[in-house]
């Protein structure tokens, strides 16, 4: 699950155009991210490797300094001393967090995926596993939006943090919170059924993983129509989406994914497509028979195995019914009950699938806080106008009463013009 981006934050202004082309290679590599559990390790191991050393760097100098004060000050303390003694106060201000979600709240599983896709949430059956997986166990998580520009310290998407620790590879980080927080899915299986599930896990994962791998890095067009991706929303760029998906396709089949090299390098590559959906068949028939007419493959309850059968059947699942591929054709008119399967854990663990697939939302599963009551808004404003009605209707009535009063002074005047008029014309 590895890729040749580095952990480091998205440069801005001039590089602008560079940057969009490598968040549109970062976005080639969902496929690869999400499916290639140990390549790349070497890239990963230097990032570690660097991340140590400058931590050894950070340390060693404090520590030189401290010493050499300590040798210097003797019984009298110095000036010198007293500057030496800072240092190291100095170099703890610089040390940088280890953890992007330096704010985290106790106990809280944040998640590094990627993003939403109009048909299912992950097009990474690595990060969509860790996901159920969190679901099923009850675990409180939050998914971080990074856009695609964060990898775990092995270069890995998915990772997780908790409690200011991160946590890397899908199996291991399933494995790490089962036993923090006793949330093992497999605690009621016996040993043969824990064999048959491991057995099943590393089919799905090493084989028809690459299987689903193989028709994607051949038919990158479809891949996209299939999934509905919008690279836009994916890679939050602006760049219009022709030039964005003329990128996906030159990386993903040049730099990045490096075409069919890697498929082939895991061996299905040499053969036919043909061939490679036929391997896919067997493994799907396989997955059917040991399922039979049970709701999850050891009972009534799920298990790992459910999470990683869901995680990958869901990519050949739902996929748009335009776009032809033989699996998901085979799948549904051979294996049933793994479609009624997919349903399943579909309706268990993501009861909000719509708002996730048409919100494109990475947290619908989080209550959202009440938008500034709408109510008390109205009310505010009903009391405004009553209190403006109020108002001018005050207004009027002062206005009235001002006419009136002039009314009444003109009326007097008037009386006595209309008299003085009567007697002129009398006297004459």
């Given at each position: 699950m590895a890729?040749?981006?580095?952990?480091?934050?998205?440069?801005?202004?001039?590089?602008?155009?560079?940057?969009?082309?490598?968040?549109?290679a970062a976005t080639a590599t969902t496929v690869e991210a999400a499916t290639t559990a140990a390549g790349d390790k070497a890239a990963g191991g230097e990032a570690v490797a660097g991340g140590d050393t400058a931590d050894k760097k950070a340390?060693?100098?404090?520590?030189?300094?401290?010493?050499?004060?300590?040798?210097e000050g003797g019984d009298g303390a110095t000036s010198s001393d007293a500057t030496a003694a800072t240092a190291p106060a100095k170099k703890e201000k610089e040390v940088k967090p280890t953890v992007h979600k330096v704010n985290f709240e106790k106990d809280v599983v944040y998640l590094y995926q990627f993003t939403r896709t109009p048909m299912l949430p992950s097009i990474s059956p690595f990060c969509l596993k860790v996901e159920t997986w969190l679901r099923l166990a009850g675990l409180k998580y939050e998914n971080i939006d990074?856009?695609?520009?964060?990898?775990?310290?092995?270069?890995?998407?998915?990772?997780?943090?908790v409690n200011g620790e991160e946590i890397a590879d899908s199996t291991?980080?399933?494995?790490?919170?089962?036993?923090?927080?006793?949330?093992?899915?497999?605690?009621?299986?016996?040993?043969?059924?824990?064999?048959i599930a491991h057995a099943m896990i590393s089919m799905l994962e090493n084989h028809l993983v690459w299987v689903v791998l193989s028709w994607r890095s051949k038919n990158t067009e479809q891949m996209l129509k299939g999934y509905k991706i919008n690279l836009q929303h994916a890679l939050g760029s602006r760049l219009p989406n022709a030039l964005l998906n003329f990128f996906f396709k030159f990386q993903f089949s040049r730099k990045c994914f490096q075409g069919a090299k890697k498929v082939k390098a895991q061996g299905l590559g040499v053969h036919k497509p043909e061939e490679v959906e036929e391997f896919g068949r067997k493994d799907l028939k396989v997955l059917s028979e040991l399922l039979a007419d049970k709701p999850f493959f050891f009972g009534d309850e799920p298990t790992t195995l459910d999470c990683v059968a869901f995680s990958v059947l869901a990519q050949i699942h739902f996929i748009l019914d335009e776009v032809k591929y033989g699996l998901k054709e085979f799948m549904q008119e051979n294996c049933p009950n793994l479609v009624g399967h997919v349903s399943r854990i579909k309706e268990r663990c993501f009861p909000d699938w719509e708002d996730i697939c048409t919100k494109l939302d990475l947290n619908a599963h989080i209550p959202k806080p009440e938008p500034e009551t709408k109510e008390n808004k109205e009310?505010?404003?009903?009391?405004?106008?009553?209190?403006?009605?109020?108002?001018?209707?005050?207004?009027?009535?002062?206005k009235d009463n001002s006419n009136e009063k002039s009314e009444k002074k003109e009326e007097p005047e008037k009386v006595v013009e209309e008299n003085k008029e009567k007697e002129e014309a009398a006297a004459k």
């Open positions: 890729t040749e981006t580095e952990n480091k934050p998205v440069v801005a202004g001039e590089e602008e155009k560079k940057v969009e082309q490598q968040a549109a340390e060693e100098k404090p520590a030189g300094e401290s010493a050499a004060a300590g040798g990074h856009k695609l520009k964060l990898r775990s310290k092995k270069g890995q998407l998915p990772f997780v943090e291991i980080i399933m494995q790490e919170l089962a036993t923090r927080y006793d949330k093992d899915l497999d605690a009621a299986l016996t040993q043969e059924q824990r064999n009310g505010a404003d009903t009391e405004k106008t009553a209190e403006q009605d109020k108002n001018e209707s005050e207004k009027e009535l002062e």
